[in-house]
């Protein structure tokens, strides 16, 4: 062993002695009714995740390198996709994602500016950001609230001789009915995005959400099923599209050549592009307008030893959201979300909805959790046509609603999630059931 690998291991050996030290007391540390807090998320970890991230940074490659290499091998592997692609966050997958759907190399499927893309008004602005920043035009509708998803009978009613893709979220984890989305999509020969940021590792019909539909994307911010601080992914089995995202993720180029590596495909002052002159160098061909998404191997660092302990928090949400199922199911005044027939989902959040006709609000019983240390959350923007961003938008040309969104409506006004983590244990999930009984109850 050289000097400088005794002393590198002599490092990580301490990085283990710093977790032990410094974090781990802060992942084992007891709950107490009343005076700890319970996040609706937040990070599992331990010394492995630390010494990966400085592992990564003593080798001082500070962009895409071996661990994101390594991290897009283990994800395709574990959705059983052929390709993944890492980005800097689930927001940049969902950018890649709808923006590689704009390429001219997709002929008469190219979305282009005025085409409409199918989504729902309830959930994560981020879904429908790049619909509305590239120039096309989202196309709302409604939800079902047994199951806080898109209304699949609305579908139909939403085509237009315009209509080019549908791109939805599965909701907090619990997928959309894929079956009948899908066999929309195909029906109309549309694209379909998944945006699987909420739900990675839920199972639709034996096979993993997000792998369905043409492309998939995930997030790994901190809240998420797994993390690397910032972080996401888009996979996909279409090798055109394959093709068109890696160009769009590294700047629009043309060239597949790795980081650091030269004349990949041995050709490299030898073809000819456009009007550019004969021979250009292949590494500085656009052939898109593309974006810089790539994260740093330190990111991936932390991702590839999440990877190893997702199964098990995949099984820990499972069982903490049977546990605040069976503990609230008996109470009248909520209606909870249940999982869609067919499906196996890992939960991102146990999302109650309060009946028409009870007495209190939505906002008093959040309050109630609230001052008692319980973590809250919307559904995100409850009805994102109703938020300052829709004001300068034109209804009818610039974005269209399918008939009226009355359930998005009940979800922004009457529904609120809390968390089931695994970082989470009976104690915390128990307090939380009875500070929820209690209010109800006493109302």
């Excluded at 984890?173 to 945006?195: M, R, T």
């Excluded at 940021?197 to 099923?225: E, K, M, Q, V």
């Amino acid at each position: 062993m050289t000097q400088a690998e005794q002393l590198k291991q002599e490092i990580l050996e301490k990085t283990k002695e710093y977790y032990e030290l410094v974090h781990k007391p802060n992942q084992t540390k007891p709950f107490v009714s009343g005076k700890s807090r319970v996040n609706y998320a937040g990070r599992v970890f331990d010394e492995k995740e630390m010494i990966n991230l400085v592992d990564s940074s003593l080798d001082f490659w500070l962009t895409y390198g071996d661990y994101s290499k390594t991290f897009e091998k283990k994800l395709a592997e574990f959705l059983d996709v052929r390709w993944t692609f890492l980005v800097n966050s689930g927001s940049s997958a969902n950018l890649l994602a709808f923006y590689t759907l704009t390429s001219p190399l997709l002929k008469e499927r190219q979305v282009k500016r005025g085409d409409e893309v199918i989504s729902v008004a309830a959930g994560f602005p981020t879904t429908v950001a790049p619909i509305v920043q590239y120039g096309a035009v989202p196309v709302f509708v409604d939800m079902e609230l047994t199951h806080a998803n898109i209304d699949v009978t609305q579908l139909e009613k939403a085509l237009s001789p315009k209509t080019k893709a549908v791109m939805i979220a599965h909701t907090l984890g619990n997928p959309f009915n894929i079956k009948a989305v899908k066999e929309f999509c195909d029906k109309h020969n549309l694209w379909l995005i998944e945006d699987n940021c909420d739900a990675l590792g839920s199972i639709y019909n034996g096979r993993p959400t997000g792998t369905w539909g043409d492309i998939g994307t995930s997030s790994f911010y901190p809240p998420h099923h797994m993390t690397m601080g910032e972080g996401g992914a888009t996979y996909t089995d279409n090798p055109l599209l394959k093709k068109i995202m890696l160009s769009m993720r590294d700047w629009g180029r043309d060239c597949w050549c790795e980081s650091g590596v030269d004349n990949t495909c041995g050709c490299r002052f030898t073809q000819s592009f456009g009007t550019l002159p004969k021979g250009y160098d292949h590494k500085y061909v656009y052939s898109h307008f593309g974006f810089n998404l790539k994260v740093s191997d330190m990111q991936a660092a932390v991702g590839v030893a999440q990877l190893e302990k997702f199964p098990s928090f995949v099984q820990i949400r499972k069982e903490n959201y049977k546990k605040l199922y069976d503990g609230l199911k008996d109470l009248k005044e909520l209606q909870l979300v249940t999982a869609q027939p067919n499906s196996d989902p890992s939960w991102f959040g146990f999302m109650m909805t309060l009946k028409d006709g009870v007495k209190f609000t939505r906002n008093e019983l959040v309050e109630h959790l609230e001052n008692n240390n319980i973590q809250t959350r919307n559904l995100f923007a409850g009805n994102m046509t109703r938020h300052p961003m829709f004001d300068s938008m034109i209804e009818g040309s610039d974005y269209r609603i399918v008939g009226t969104l009355t359930n998005t409506d009940k979800i922004m006004n009457d529904s609120f999630w809390i968390g089931l983590y695994p970082g989470m244990g009976d104690d915390a999930l128990n307090y939380m059931i009875s500070k929820i009984k209690e209010f109800v109850q006493n109302a």
